[in-house]
């Protein structure tokens, strides 16, 4: 079973401030994604990563895959309170399934 | 544009009563479907997906069952609810297999009494 833990699990900051959250696994994926998800509400997609070392950027977000593809980071500069939510990884092996990351919560306070 | 939609939004349920929860798909042809639930706060678990009617797959073995009658409908369905079935419940397409993201529905808060 392919397992994507995410730390922090919570994470509670100043409107400003920076902040990286990360996605680890020991399974190797074909591709990384990132969804945030607002309170009752499905997951919404962010990003998809494919190739290792991979970067790409969404205004102050970055998004990194690792060289081997078997972990991803989030890093958000001058965090907003838009930026509020609860955010997952998922890894894709190549087939129809993803495998969904433990979340984490984050909230910006204002 | 395509568009999924998903019902109830809520639903209070009690032990040992049936469950239905519907999702349909607008748009798109022959897509992945997905039924996954959701804890407070945390991660997806993927319960049942299907690539063509009447196919389905189970990722965990559980009190619930899924079917797949038409090519954009998908259902989740128990015949006697459990207290630990409560949970938010979410069904997703997927256009194509590898790197297609998912498209989620706006889910279904569950809570069985």
């Known amino acids: 079973t392919q397992l994507l833990e995410q730390s922090p699990q919570f994470l509670s900051i100043q409107e400003g401030e920076n902040l990286t959250v990360y996605c680890n696994s020991s399974s190797v994926f074909s591709s990384l994604q990132w969804y945030r998800q607002e309170p009752g509400e499905g997951p919404v997609l962010l990003v998809t990563v494919v190739t290792g070392g991979e970067v790409k950027k969404l205004k102050r977000l970055t998004f990194q895959f690792g060289d081997a593809r078997k972990d991803s980071s989030l890093h958000i500069t001058a965090a907003q309170p838009g930026d509020t939510g609860l955010y997952l990884c998922a890894g894709a092996a190549g087939n129809e399934k993803l495998t969904f990351g433990t979340g984490t919560r984050l909230t910006i306070i204002p | 544009s395509q568009t999924i939609h998903q019902w109830p939004a809520t639903l209070v349920q009690p032990v040992g009563s049936p469950l239905s929860l519907e999702c349909t798909v607008e748009g798109t042809s022959n897509p992945n479907l997905y039924w996954y639930r959701q804890a407070a706060g945390r991660g997806l678990q993927l319960l049942f997906y299907?690539?063509?009617?009447?196919?389905i797959s189970s990722e965990v073995p559980q009190n619930l069952s899924a079917s797949r009658p038409q090519d954009r409908q998908f259902i989740l369905s128990s015949k006697k609810l459990l207290l630990s079935d409560s949970g938010f419940y979410l069904c997703?397409?997927?256009?194509?297999?590898?790197?297609?993201?998912?498209?989620f529905g706006n889910g279904t808060r569950l809570t069985v009494t």
């Open positions: 299907s690539v063509g009617i009447g196919q």
């Open positions: 997703a397409w997927m256009g194509g297999a590898g790197n297609s993201p998912l498209h």
